[in-house]
């Protein structure tokens, strides 16, 4: 395939574009060595370009080795991963460091996406085994403990479930076992995951202790007004009083250098990234193909809609990270290999309906 017709170029700029105003950013609030930056970049568009190659249909065969692949990452990460911040999530091959948990989000796209067309959701039985199947990954990261990518690939098993036609009682029911539950969830938290749903719920009971997260994430947006402070100037984000300014946080970063009027840009070249993927997968004929499409799409809003809540204060701090904005390699470079694929099943498909 020629390489300049194997890109969707419109595709590829709305990434780039996000990109570009996410390393603005980055740079501007000296949140980094920007050479360690620059190679996972340059990395994360290589993979991009690799993944757009290669025929999304060959994945098919491999739907349970990259399954299998996945858990065992996951538990290697767990026995013998790098412990910072109390949490067990990254794996140190000396030269290199990776999060597992971010890595194999399109490995579990591409298998389970792949498994889920062999189950009938139709029956409890098909349902439940794969839900049996799914609790591995979950189990693991929940115990990194990463509370935010485990709501992330809830919703991931959720979207797939949805996708092949999953009967709402099922979902009724796996709700009502969630809300029994809940006591259960609770004390399986780590306590700085507790004091973060405490201080969504009264942030100025403790504003110098478990409040501090949230109550400068919105001072800091609040600042950014109208037109923002402008590029290194905000002092929430510089002088360091804005914690996780580079991940958890790097919307209200944002917000405070470029105001509204640079969230509103972000959101629209969001909203367009988003629109392109939903509108190029109705004209997919290959379901395989709509589905990861689609489940790379709730991907993406999952994680930017909980990102931008968690910054404006309207849900609880979960550490997870913007898409294609905050720091970190290991996200940016799943993200680019899962909008590779994508890539390459918009082109595939477009040349099956010319030929």
Same mark, same amino acid.
Request: hydrophobic share 55%.
């Given at each position: ?17 996000? *990109? ?34 290669? $025929? ?12 299998? #692949? ?9 026995? #013998?991963?790098?412990?910072?911040? @109390?949490?067990? =999530? ?26 889920? +067309? ?88 403790? &504003?110098?202790?478990? @409040?501090?997260? +949230? ?9 950014? =007004? ?13 002088? =360091?009083?804005? &914690? ?5 946080? *790097?919307?209200?970063? +944002? ?12 959101? +629209? ?13 109705? $004209? ?5 193909? =709509? ?37 970190? @390699? ?26």
């Amino acid at each position: 395939m020629n390489f300049f017709k194997s890109i969707d170029w419109v595709f590829f700029l709305l990434i780039s574009l996000l *990109i570009i105003l996410g390393t603005a950013i980055l740079v501007s609030i000296g949140a980094f060595k920007f050479p360690q930056y620059l190679f996972y970049l340059i990395f994360a568009f290589i993979c991009f370009f690799i993944f757009a190659q290669v $025929d999304y249909r060959v994945y098919k065969s491999f739907d349970f080795p990259f399954y299998v #692949l996945s858990v065992f990452l996951l538990l290697i990460t767990f026995l #013998l991963g790098k412990a910072t911040k @109390g949490a067990v =999530r990254w794996l140190d091959l000396g030269f290199i460091s990776f999060q597992a948990s971010e890595l194999v989000k399109p490995l579990i796209i591409l298998s389970l996406v792949h498994l889920g +067309l062999k189950f009938n959701f139709q029956k409890l039985k098909d349902s439940l085994l794969f839900f049996f199947l799914f609790s591995p990954l979950f189990i693991l990261i929940f115990k990194q403990p990463d509370l935010g990518n485990t709501i992330i690939y809830f919703f991931i098993f959720l979207f797939i479930f949805y996708l092949n036609h999953g009967r709402w009682l099922f979902f009724i029911g796996a709700f009502l076992i969630f809300a029994f539950s809940l006591p259960l969830i609770w004390h399986s938290l780590q306590e700085y995951q507790k004091q973060r749903i405490i201080s969504f719920i009264h942030p100025t009971s403790d &504003p110098l202790g478990v @409040g501090y997260h +949230l109550i400068q994430a919105m001072v800091t947006v609040g600042s950014g =007004r109208f037109l923002g402070k402008g590029l290194g100037v905000g002092t929430q984000s510089t002088l =360091r009083f804005l &914690p996780e300014r580079a991940t958890d946080f *790097i919307f209200a970063s +944002l917000a405070e250098e470029l105001g509204f009027l640079g969230c509103v840009l972000l959101l +629209l070249l969001f909203f367009l990234l988003l629109l392109k993927i939903l509108i190029g997968s109705f $004209d997919l004929k290959d379901v395989y193909g =709509r589905n990861i499409a689609l489940v790379v799409f709730s991907m993406i809003f999952t994680q930017l809609m909980i990102n931008v809540g968690m910054n404006l204060g309207i849900m609880p701090i979960t550490g997870i990270t913007l898409p294609l904005i905050s720091q970190g @390699g290991s996200s940016l470079l799943a993200m680019m290999i899962s909008l590779g694929i994508v890539n390459n099943i918009f082109i595939v498909n477009k040349n099956l309906l010319n030929d």
